[in-house]
């Protein structure tokens, strides 16, 4: 199933590899996840869910808690998927830390380690109004329009102290 065809409310957990995957890789992890969709459920009952990954970089796992709601059991298995994932394809997805951004003069996206990104832009190295990917999204609403924000629009911006334009 296609994340579009979920409604709005249906629950969002993204994950961000720590590089970019090859197609090879891609196709694989959709597989894969595909799999682990068409298997999962909470109490014996299906969730009805996608997992999806969006610019070579991000896993996005949604589910249409509605009908029926993730239990703490099939989030574990979800974690330990996305665990499985990590040995699979030698890449971390958990470390929260790394903060993914539009590289504003290549448009590519990369990442930093958070008080890297932080120390930057407080330089002027990297401008304030960089756009960031914001992982805390909860909702497919959200992450269809609250995903990649303005930095000094983020949960980030309380980190930054002396900004420069």
Known sequence: MNYKELPDHSRVWIYQSSRELSDKELTHIQQLGQHFIDNWATHGKALKASLDVFHKRFIVLFADEMAVKASGCSIDSSVHFFKEL????????????????????????????????????????????LKIFNNLVDTKEEFENKWEVPLMESWLAQSLQNTKS
Request: hydrophobic letters at 35%; glycine letters at 6%; aromatic letters at 6%.
């Open 86 to 129: 990590e040995g699979v394809f030698d890449i971390q997805l958990f470390d929260r830390m790394q903060i993914a951004f539009k590289d504003p003069s290549t448009g590519e996206i990369t990442t930093k380690a958070m008080h890297q990104l932080v120390e930057e832009v407080e330089k002027g190295e990297l401008p304030n109004d």
